[in-house]
């Protein structure tokens, strides 16, 4: 019997340079290498005959070596050893390239064991061979059944400096040495109601599965289900996971509300009488709405955690400007942390202007900075002389400290993840953190998964907006946009068009939108200021032109997709996004919603090509046909289905190994109300398996995320 904790070093057949290719891998422990499941499996339980063979398949064979030799080449250091393996009725070639040492382990009378794919030789008649098939010795003594053949073989995600049999060893042994009990964070009640798994079980089926089915239909559908990810085994690690996030959400919940922060900010006749003055307009009812909540959790003797939700253009960034309004009157610092360097900017710029009648110094921080900028203003930040910092993750370095954080201001807040907005809160003592979004998950999916968050939501749009009228154009519809363009720009107003950047066509896209400025410029535009803006320029440059577009010195501007988020200039209503067929529903609609922020009528065509593939049809016309971004998100999710919506990278959430937190919504409904059960559990009479799960998960959160739970 071996530890869970013990080092992958004490098992057989691995000493320290398989230890420390291993550790390289992130693999120390006997536990990091069970969680190290198979990607796929294969079926190698049947042998077959010989003489069965056809091209190209992929077959299982067990035979003898009848005949076998090495012979050279012309090509210089290449070597080709060629054995003839039979069985009863037939016979097949096998050839292992390069491989110096197969003279010493096959010889004629070798018994063997054969997994590859079948080929037709071009050099001997089209004859069927082998070439370089996984080869088993048997050593007489056994049956043909081993860990690499005779059962459904696991296939591993290569690990560096070990090659996939060496690697299926290694695992047989550490499975066949794991303990029976292993720490789980599903406790046992919760296994027993939900059916699921033990641990050891499940981690000893998804290694060496053992088909339960009678007959061929029964063991593939099995088979099936263990290559899908969605075996019972495996679904066993999908609730584990989701249970674990969702408790260790609550755990990190309880544990704010027990600790109180040592100030209060009160919304008083002075904070009111600054907030009035940086106004440029009369708040919606919503956004009213919003900020009285916040105001609420300023007042708390609890630090604030909440999300403020709202569609595009609803207006959050006044909300949020309003809250550090409040927090600066009182003394103390803001934070406010974007995720693009354009926006960081355009929030710098546009909060500047806010301020400026408060007289409040507000500074920007960015990665693109000259390192003597950076420095200048961390030490301003530092001494407190910066009331309000605007930036991008440059806010999150270590160096950056502040006198005394009280707020922090988290915009687009899905394509941060928790372990950096966690940094950031970290800068403060107990600060209170607003996280806004404008996310493209469905609202139910949202509450399930932000459940440490309390959440405000902006339903309405500011007064005067006019829905955007979306229209979908063929490429050939050309001379109209043109026309629109014009149209627009001579009615005083402004113009996007959009490229997309998707990266494998990353530098084709820069092309076409470099291209595109160039033209416009020579041949249709003559007369206009036609702008370009990617990401390949210098962030001064891009300064520039943000600047000049907003100022409206521009008419027209080309981008790529570096406006997607946030970006707001009210005075352009006419959004042309080229290639819309390569653009997810989210990305279409966040980038439409640059335009229709003013009280003009603003238009969004989209120029796509859908050919016959009724998915794109399907998307482009649900852009035509609504502005409403949660009903977006819902078709998108019906859409595209399982695990396409979002990439844990754009929902924020921890990385999840097994989870997809759209396809197993259902999962993660259960797991968060069984979390709320397990919590309540624990306050009042928690037996040892419950305090052992609660251990087990209060370890992995501080692992993952540095986050000390409690409760
Ligand atoms: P988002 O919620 O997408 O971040 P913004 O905060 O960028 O939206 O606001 C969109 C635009 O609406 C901005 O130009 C902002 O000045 C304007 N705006 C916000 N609230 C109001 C309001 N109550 N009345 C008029 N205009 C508003
Ligand atoms: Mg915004």
């Known amino acids: 019997m071996i530890g869970i904790e013990d080092s992958v070093g004490s098992l057989d057949g691995i000493g320290p340079q398989r230890t420390e290719a291993l550790a390289a891998c992130g693999i120390r422990t006997v536990g990091d ?17 010989i003489s069965s063979l056809k091209e190209n398949e992929w077959a299982l064979v067990c035979g003898e070596v009848c005949r076998a030799g090495a012979y050279r080449t012309r090509r210089r250091g290449f070597s080709i050893f060629e054995m003839l393996v039979r069985d009863d009725r037939g016979g097949i070639r096998v050839k292992l390239f390069n491989q110096p040492y197969a003279a010493r382990l096959y010889s004629v009378g070798t018994r063997l064991v054969l997994y590859g794919q079948v080929k037709k030789d071009a050099f001997s008649k089209g004859a069927l061979f082998f070439a370089n098939p996984e080869c088993e010795i048997l050593d007489g003594k056994k049956d043909p059944s081993s860990i690499h053949s005779g059962r459904v073989v696991p296939i591993y995600r290569r690990l560096d400096g070990l090659e996939g049999r060496v690697l299926r060893r290694i695992m047989f042994a550490a499975v066949s040495r794991a303990p029976q009990e292993l720490p789980d964070a599903v406790p046992a009640y919760l296994r027993g109601k939900l059916r699921l798994p033990s641990k050891s079980n499940a981690l000893r089926q998804l290694h060496f599965p053992k088909l339960a089915g009678n007959g061929a239909q029964a063991r593939e559908r099995e088979l099936n289900l263990l290559n899908a990810g969605l075996s019972p085994e495996h679904k066993r690690f999908i609730f584990e996971e989701l249970f674990q996030f969702q408790a260790g959400i609550r755990m990190l919940k309880r544990h704010r509300m027990q600790c109180g922060k040592n100030r209060k900010f009160l919304l008083d006749g002075k904070v009111r009488a600054a907030i009035k003055k940086i106004l440029p307009f009369h708040p919606t009812a919503a956004q009213k709405r919003a900020l009285g909540e916040i105001a609420e959790d300023l007042r708390s003797e609890h630090p604030m955690s909440r999300l403020l939700q709202g569609d595009v253009g609803s207006g959050k960034t006044i909300v949020a400007a309003q809250a550090a309004v409040i927090v600066l009157e009182n003394g103390c610092q803001a934070a406010f942390m974007a995720p693009t360097e354009i926006l960081a900017e355009q929030h710098y710029f546009y909060m500047k202007r806010l301020f400026e009648p408060l007289g409040y110094t507000i500074d920007l921080l960015k990665g693109s900075q000259p390192v003597e900028e950076k420095k200048r203003v961390s030490l301003r930040v530092k001494s407190g002389e910066t009331r309000i910092a605007v930036g991008t993750h440059a806010l999150i370095q270590k160096n950056v400290e502040f006198e ?84 627009t720009v001579e009615a005083g107003y402004q113009a996007y068009i959009v490229y997309p950047l998707v990266e494998e066509s990353e530098k084709l896209d820069l092309r076409a939108a470099i291209e595109t400025a160039a033209r416009l410029k020579a041949e249709i535009f003559p007369d206009l200021q036609i702008g370009l803006l990617h990401g390949r320029m210098k962030s001064r440059e891009k300064e520039v032109v943000m600047r000049d577009f907003s100022a409206g010195k521009i008419h027209v501007l080309v981008s790529t997709t570096v406006i997607e988020v946030g970006v707001d200039v009210a005075n352009a209503t006419l959004m042309i996004i080229e290639h819309a067929e390569r653009f997810g529903l989210a990305q279409l609609h966040q980038l439409r919603g640059r335009v229709g922020r003013g009280s003009a009528k603003s238009t969004c065509v989209l120029v796509g090509h859908a050919g016959d593939n009724p998915e794109i049809r399907r998307r482009l016309e649900i852009m035509c046909e609504t502005n409403d971004g949660f009903r ?63 251990e087990l998960i209060r370890r992995q959160w501080r692992d993952r995320f540095g986050a000390i739970l409690t409760g």
Not at 656 to 683: H, K, W, Y
């Open 404 to 487: 005394n954080l009280a707020l922090v201001i988290i915009d687009e807040q899905h394509r941060f993840g928790v372990l950096q907005r966690e940094t950031l809160r970290r800068k403060g003592d107990r600060p209170d953190v607003l996280v806004m979004t404008a996310t493209p998950i469905p609202r139910s999916l949202a509450l399930t998964l932000y459940g440490d968050l309390d959440v405000s939501v902006i339903d309405e749009l500011p007064p005067g907006r006019q829905p955007i009228e979306t229209v979908w154009y063929e490429e050939n519809r050309r001379p109209a946009i043109f026309d629109r363009i014009r149209r």
């Open 33 to 49: 290498l069970l969680a190290h499941i198979p990607f796929r499996y294969e079926d190698r339980s049947r042998f077959r005959p």
């Open 632 to 694: 977006i998100s819902e078709a998108d999710l019906e859409l595209r289905g399982p695990g396409e919506v979002m990439g844990t990278r754009q929902s924020g959430v921890p990385a999840l190994q097994f989870a997809d937190i759209v396809r197993d919504r259902r999962a993660l409904e259960i797991a968060s109300v069984e979390a709320d059960r397990f919590l309540q559990l624990l306050q009042i009479r928690p037996d040892r398996e419950c305090r052992r799960a609660a």
